[in-house]
């Protein structure tokens, strides 16, 4: 049997050793001038190079099997071909022709490293670029920008995803494909990602339990982290905002370089943000914030696969604006001193990749440790909990051509709750959370126009808790032990009935459990007392999507709708009760509910004014309980437009550009139960910049208005409205990117 495995190992490291793939060729124009410059990227192997002044470009030590790269430059539609590499040497040439209008892109949160119009699920890409100016010293506004994403908020500090009306833990935040925990369960929590170091941002609209697990019934945003730095060079970026609403600033720096092999970078941010203004000047007290981060990275590459080691910190303060916060701060500042809630988040994953022949094995592991701490007065600890959870995964690529995809894979994680620092309140119990499960995914394309993408996972959970306090407490909980398992599956299909023109639809089975708050919460949260309910049961999805895409060089238009059937829908509500101490107590509830709507988008460039650029999105979304009461937490139809005129050159001015942008919000009557009305508004936003070549170093600039006309408004996912406050009022904001070289 020995000499069976050494003979085993020896045949697969000669394969590995020997195989000595190259793939060079020449990037031009439609013109056939050469194009210096243009990016090639794999993202399968995290790896990249530019080519020189003639346009060539070379990469080695690339590994066997079927690879897709990314071809990209400014200005130009991308190019994305797959090779298929056996101890070779490829040529491959691309011609880029200029296009005004943004082309699809490379996705991987769909399983598969793919185009967006391969994957039968719609993935939406938000490229951080130049013209993605962070207008607020709030992250979640920018991914808002997509149409059927919108966000919970308690002021800048404070904000959570909404994905077609469903949030919390039923929309799952990856942090460059981690699950992220941090928790999410609440609407008082923040995010817990920055923009710092995110290139990209891909969210997926709908159930996507089969790739992710039961927290992704509603959707999925992952943040992108930056790509390394080309082969053979060190460069690095300072970045600055100053915000006038909240005397912002918010700095970051960092550093990368790639080797022929090695590749690293690291990171460090910092937000300060005083309370922030609504309009007419009148401040919110305690909305002040401040954040503090580091992140690194490192790597290796070859034929073998590619290695890779991602740390991040990241520290905040966010003041707690409610009663006791409102009665005692009478004066605007940025330090947290009392009612603030302070996390302290580590979070370090290795993700690593193999190929062998034509086998690609992916194994993924990940830990992460949270410490959430919600101060009253001064040295005064109300909550204080440690949530620590270890991830893992293995996927399986098998042989696949090029119309077909295969993967089959594990995944888990191991969680723990624990409550320190004698706390006030014990608003969670000490616990255990261990999830594991299986799944399968396929791939087929027929007739080089359909294809069909489906796949089935299955789920088990234990959730296991320890007692809080004795029988005779008034808040008194006794351990607890739950089991749940469940299967989730989906079918789809993409159909290109033209180069231009194509329709997508899918169907999928989800599924979430409830999380711990919702089985065990006993104990005062901010302003409410909350109740969990070990009765809950996990909530059951089944969505349909249609959509359909359209593109020619200068015009692109989407259309998509969704139908989306929850039983057991699970969520927090009023009730008539009160603690001993006058508190209003909110229990977690469950109920079947509906949730329907869609979205619409255009973007245009006359072809006569390639230089104006015109877009506009409008998306809707209801949900309402099965006994006609609508549900919570539903945003209201939104309408988006932009206008923007860019210019490659004026005088000593680069790649110039303005741009006006509006926010119609219709008047959101149809709220749940606990919920008011809440009015419509029109918003006005404007912002110029460019860069400037000062000697050899280029400045990139930018300067903005939000809410030019100092609007008093507040917004139907505002929980400060719940304190008679607004959202920010006028706001003035100054970017500046300075790009450097150091090799």
């Not at 914030?289 to 790597?299: D, I, P, T, V, Y």
């Not at 995944?411 to 616990?431: H, I, S």
Request: net charge neutral.
């Amino acid at each position: 049997m020995k000499k069976i495995i050494f003979l085993v190992l020896m045949v697969i490291f000669y394969q590995i050793s020997y195989a000595q793939n190259v793939m060079k060729g020449n990037i031009t124009d439609q013109n056939n001038e050469p194009l210096a410059g243009t990016t090639i990227f794999l993202p399968e192997l995290n790896k990249g190079t530019v080519t020189n002044q003639d346009g060539e470009y070379v990469l080695k030590n690339l590994p066997n099997g079927k690879l897709k790269i990314l071809f990209s430059f400014i200005g130009y539609n991308n190019v994305i071909e797959t090779v298929f590499l056996d101890d070779s040497q490829i040529v491959l040439n691309i011609s880029l022709k200029e296009t005004p209008i943004e082309t699809e892109e490379i996705v991987v949160s769909g399983g598969y490293n793919s185009t967006q119009h391969d994957n039968a699920v719609k993935i939406d890409v938000l490229k951080l670029d130049k013209h993605i100016n962070l207008s607020t010293p709030n992250f979640m506004e920018v991914i808002t920008k997509v149409p059927g994403v919108d966000m919970i908020s308690k002021g800048s500090g404070v904000s959570k995803p909404v994905i077609r009306g469903l949030s919390m833990d039923n929309v799952l935040t990856l942090n460059n494909g981690v699950r992220n925990e941090n928790y999410q369960y609440s609407d008082h929590h923040p995010l817990g990602i920055n923009e710092f170091g995110i290139e990209n941002v891909e969210i997926i609209k709908g159930p996507a339990s089969l790739l992710y697990g039961s927290d992704a019934i509603g959707g999925v945003v992952n943040f992108i982290k930056e790509k390394p730095a080309p082969i053979g060079k060190i460069i690095g970026d300072y970045n600055l905002q100053l915000f006038s609403n909240s005397l912002g600033v918010t700095n970051n720096l960092g550093v990368k370089g790639t080797s022929k092999n090695f590749f690293g970078g690291v990171r460090f941010g910092q937000k300060s943000n005083s309370d922030f203004l609504q309009s007419e000047g009148v401040f919110v007290p305690n909305s002040r914030f401040n954040e503090m981060s580091l992140k690194a990275f490192s790597g290796y590459t070859n034929k073998t696969g590619v290695f890779k080691l991602f740390y991040d910190y990241y520290r905040q303060k966010l003041g707690l604006t409610e009663d006791e916060a409102v009665e005692e701060i009478t004066s605007r500042d940025r330090k947290n001193e009392i009612w603030y809630q302070q996390f302290n988040n580590h979070l370090l994953s290795s993700q690593n990749k193999i190929f062998i022949n034509k086998y690609k094995l992916e194994f993924n592991t990940a830990y992460q440790t949270n410490d959430l701490i919600h101060f009253a007065g001064i040295d005064t600890t109300e909550i204080a909990m440690n949530l620590s959870t270890l991830t893992y995964e293995t996927k399986l690529y098998l042989p696949s051509s090029e119309k077909s995809e295969y993967i089959i894979g594990v995944q888990g994680f191991n969680q723990t709750n624990k409550n320190f620092n004698n706390a006030e309140v014990v608003l969670l119990p000490d616990a255990s959370i261990d999830n594991y499960s299986a799944f399968g995914l396929l791939k087929y394309t027929f007739f080089k126009k359909l294809k069909l993408q489906t796949g089935i996972r299955y789920d088990y959970k234990m959730i296991s808790t320890q007692a809080v306090g004795l029988p005779s407490d008034y808040n008194y909980r006794e351990p607890l032990n739950k089991y749940y398992g469940s299967f989730s599956s989906s079918f789809g299909a993409t159909y290109n009935y033209t180069e231009k023109l194509l329709f997508r639809a899918n169907f999928a089975a989800a599924y979430r459990t409830p999380n711990l708050a919702e089985l065990t919460s006993n104990g005062k949260h901010e302003l409410r007392y909350e109740l969990g309910n070990k009765s809950l049961i996990p909530q059951n999805a089944y969505e349909t999507d249609i959509s359909s895409h359209f593109h020619t060089d200068n015009f692109t238009f989407d259309i998509a709708g969704f139908y989306n059937i929850i039983q057991h829908y699970i969520f927090i509500t009023p009730t008539n009760d009160t603690t001993p101490a006058g508190n209003k107590i909110f229990k977690y509830m469950q109920s079947n509910a509906v949730l329907f709507g869609g979205e619409t988008g255009i973007h245009l460039h006359p072809k006569q004014m390639k230089w104006l650029h015109f877009e506009s999105t409008f998306s809707t979304v209801i949900g309402m309980q099965q006994n006609g009461n609508y549900l919570p937490f539903i945003p209201a139809n939104k309408l988006h437009f932009e206008v923007m005129a860019e210019k490659e050159k004026i005088n000593f001015l680069h790649d110039a550009f303005v741009k006006v942008n509006s926010l119609t919000a219709l008047k959101q009557n149809s709220p749940a139960p606990e919920e008011e009305t809440t009015q419509g508004y029109l918003l006005f936003d404007i912002c110029v910049g460019a860069s400037i070549k000062i000697s050899n170093q280029l400045l990139s600039i930018a300067i903005g208005v939000n809410n030019i006309f100092d609007k008093k408004y507040v917004d139907h996912l505002s929980t400060l409205k719940e304190l008679g406050f607004y959202n920010p009022g006028r706001n003035i904001y100054l970017n500046l990117k300075i790009p450097f070289g150091i090799k």
